[in-house]
């Protein structure tokens, strides 16, 4: 199981929202957001019948573990006594001819899983309640291999840089802009 019972359980036995730092619970939103823009991607994607067949039985996975990961994150920010934002809360927007070839939604996919593994990483360096770690520790490494699978696809050395760099939350955020409002 991704997310334990017991870090849902912590968090939510700790009575209120307010024990919960804010930076904690803005970045799970800033999480979630990311994965709904992941999920959307991969669906506009499927929808788009541009990709190959095996492309599309990649993105039927990824899509799966994106449902996992924002099931996930949702129950740690309903624990943490708030809302997780839905789908219908954000409106996408891609660049033009994003969705035109296959090759255009691997570097696309390229493109927003570097964002998403930066996020991640970010998570992880920034977080101050422990039991929130883990979780966020186990999607980096699934969003790398995310990456790793769509370089590729793309031609691309599958190894980036040793130690792939964690983005601030203010970075995520306004790079998050660039596809959803």
Not at 58 to 79: C, P, S
Not at 117 to 133: D, E
């Amino acid at each position: 199981m991704l997310f334990s019972s017991s870090v849902v359980a912590a968090l939510a036995g700790r009575g209120d929202a307010a024990s919960i730092p804010d930076g904690d619970v803005a970045y799970l939103r800033l999480l979630i957001a990311a994965e709904l823009l992941g999920a959307d991607f991969q669906a506009t994607a499927l929808a788009s019948r541009k990709l190959t067949r095996h492309s599309a039985t990649v993105m039927k996975k990824m899509a799966a573990d994106e449902k996992a990961h924002y099931t996930g994150l949702a129950r740690l920010v309903t624990a943490a006594g708030q809302t997780p934002a839905t789908a219908d809360d954000i409106d996408f927007t891609y660049p033009k001819g994003a969705f035109a070839t296959t090759g255009a939604v691997t570097k696309l996919a390229v493109t927003l899983e570097t964002l998403f593994l930066g996020a991640y990483l970010g998570g992880v360096a920034g977080v101050q309640t422990t039991s929130l770690l883990p979780p966020i520790a186990q999607i980096a490494a699934n969003q790398a291999q995310h990456l790793t699978v769509f370089s590729q696809l793309l031609g691309r050395s599958a190894f980036k840089a040793a130690m792939p760099a964690p983005l601030t939350i203010d970075v995520v955020t306004q790079s998050l802009a660039d596809y959803t409002s």
